[in-house]
């Protein structure tokens, strides 16, 4: 084509965009996606204004409930003779069926096949980033993605790619080799300073946006039973033992040091190094451990990399964990420096932390935005900008950012995620058919039995592999006998005790709790065929107390082995509700409140202990704070907010306004609880 051609096609194709755009504006969809599609076959490379573009359409006709393709419109759009009619066609199905692997694939062999280079990479880097978040990662997507990369002569992508496929077949001689090879080829093209050439690796020359997650967040056992591990991470490890018993001495600033030292060997080391230094430095904070001085800030300020700047911020936050600009700190080296898992931790901890302060940072919210969208979580992005915004309601610009963001969260619940799509990808059909078979409402009992007997020889095989101890535990509870569970639970016991590691005991308990409610459903089953049988009666009771005991004790072992657990300390509250225990359960609900998931539901049980307490005038101001935070007016949730401070009212002898409340909620819900009956019985006084 020549160079006028060219340009006529551009000229054609932005009018037809501009249309596409105009019919979007209308909800058109399917007129907008036909426009596009056309406009695209002009200009295939055109990314932001054409295939972006209609990658939003795509998300919004699908979130609006669009249909998918006809089979008409498949097999019209199944005969492309080109490439160019190849990727056009598989957009076009794409685009009605925005989570389909097999058409995301198709537009990418025919891009790259056609030099349309633009497009097929960022075809590429979508897929590439859905294969990521999937829940189960196509290791023939991530060969397909590397062979498409290097033929595109984006070798470093080519590398993370065939990265990410030989860490799901680590016996894949030929992915390694093609693995060295591919990161030689990539560090040999990049440009970089002399001085960082010697000293930077394989891994850490990969571009940053798609930078490998670090080996270490697989956790040690895996690394080391599987021999792929560096000097790193035996180092790393023996800073943490070390750590942890200097911690018992009470040389909690030696601690922090030594931790510090061992995340600098394996700076995503989360369970081994950051959390424990994070339980660490709240424990000093208790016992009056000092804040940095202003020489040590001035030392910690800066750092010559990424990780220098890390380590530094944690340091500082280590030792005055209340400030989050040190964290914020942590945040933008984390994120910088591709330390994923730490970053996702750090980020999730400050969200949580300003959402509970009593001054909440606009600067934070902002801050949190940006990292979590370098991260690629646009939904917590959203959160924290809409946190920002209402701290600022004023603010044209982040008025703008909260708008873009909304769509961006709209596009992003288009991407590839669906195990299903996934399965569709595996060409192997011995595999496939392994995979097919693990889906949980497929398996027979053989099945199971040959599943537990591979996860016996795979543990004995490697003993200390924590991932063949939970894989073994997993198995034997799917055959949902109790001696089975049983056994599953003396494994992780067993284990628990040898490691002193409590994600297996943790388990355990989520086991028992599991038999526990199991038991429970049969009686109550029991129990509605026989409702009068006393028995029966007293076995339900029985096995809900027990049932309680159970995630009572569970709950309480997680908050002291987790102590920043939120979730936990709330389910922990909840049980000692349950026992009567308010004077122990309200400070605990008061703490699980930082966490934004149960901050109104903790409010409100908080509120229910004043109740029970007789402080009446206490629970009132608790039930009104979760009134006026809880944004939706007319769901169980404020229904139940509602009633119950009408009754807190009630109690304190306040007829009148608890009248009025009881009114407005019956005209709300007439049959909402004994409503009627208090309404009646207030008036009639």
Partial sequence: MSEQDSGQNLAKAGDIFNKAEAASRTEDLDAAIELYIEALRLA???VDDGHVKLR???????TSGGKRPTDEEIERHSKGQTPLE?????????????????????FLRASVVGGYKEAAKWMADLMFLANNRAQKPSVALYILLKDSYAALDLLERAAAACKYASKLRPDDTMLSNELRELAEKAVSHRISP?????????????????????????????LM???????????????????????????????????????????????????????????????????????????????????????????????????????????????????????????????QANNASGKPSVQTYLQLT???????HMDKALAACQQAAR????????????????????????????????RNSIKDVEAQEKLQRSRHYVRTEDYRLKAVNEAKKALERKPDLSSNIFKLAEVLVELDEEKYENEAIELLETTYQRKNDFSYQKKAGEIRIRMAKQKLRNTRHELEKSPENPEIKAMEAALSDQLNNIELEHFKLCVNNYPTDLHAKYEYAVRLVHDKKYDEAIPVFQES???????????GRIGTCFFEKGWFNDAIDVFKKALDLYEIKDDSIAKDLRYNLARANEEDGKDDKALEMYRKLAQLDFTYKDVRQRVDKLRNK
Avoid at 56 to 62: D, K, P, T, W
Avoid at 394 to 421: C, F, H, I, M, P
Wanted: charged share 30%; glycine share 6%.
């Fill in 391 to 422: 701290l600022k309601p004023k603010d044209g610009s982040l008025k703008e950012q909260l708008k873009n963001l909304t769509a961006e969260v709209t596009v992003s619940s288009g991407r590839y995620d669906q195990d299903s799509d996934f």
């Fill in 194 to 222: 002399p001085q960082a050439a010697q000293s930077q690796s394989l891994e850490e020359s990969l571009p940053d946006e798609i930078k490998i997650e670090p080996l270490t967040s697989i956790g040690y056992d895996n």
């Fill in 86 to 106: 190849q990727m056009i066609d598989a957009e076009y199905l794409l685009a009605k069926n925005p989570g389909s692997l097999a058409y995301g694939e198709t």
């Fill in 593 to 603: 409140q930082r966490d934004p998931r149960h901050r109104i539901s903790a409010l």
């Fill in 370 to 376: 940006s990292a979590y969208k370098e991260l690629g």
């Fill in 56 to 62: 939003e359409i795509s998300a919004r006709r699908h």
């Fill in 225 to 351: 039973e599987e021999d792929r591990i560096d000097p790193a991470i035996a180092r790393a490890t023996g800073f943490f033992q070390k750590a942890r018993k200097v911690v018992e001495t009470g040389d909690f600033d030696y601690a922090i040091e030594l931790y510090l030292d061992g995340i600098r060997c394996t700076p995503d080391a989360l369970e081994a190094g950051h959390l424990p230094l994070c339980e660490l430095a709240l424990k000093r904070q208790k016992k009056g451990g000092k804040k940095p001085s202003m020489v040590e800030k001035v030392k910690r300020l800066r750092g010559k990399t990424y990780l220098d700047q890390m380590i530094n911020a944690e340091y500082l936050f280590a030792k005055d964990p209340d400030n989050l600009q040190f964290a914020e700190a942590m945040i933008r080296a984390a994120v910088a420096g591709g330390f994923k898992k730490t970053a996702d931790w750090i980020s999730n901890y400050t969200f």
């Fill in 44 to 46: 295939p490379n055109e």
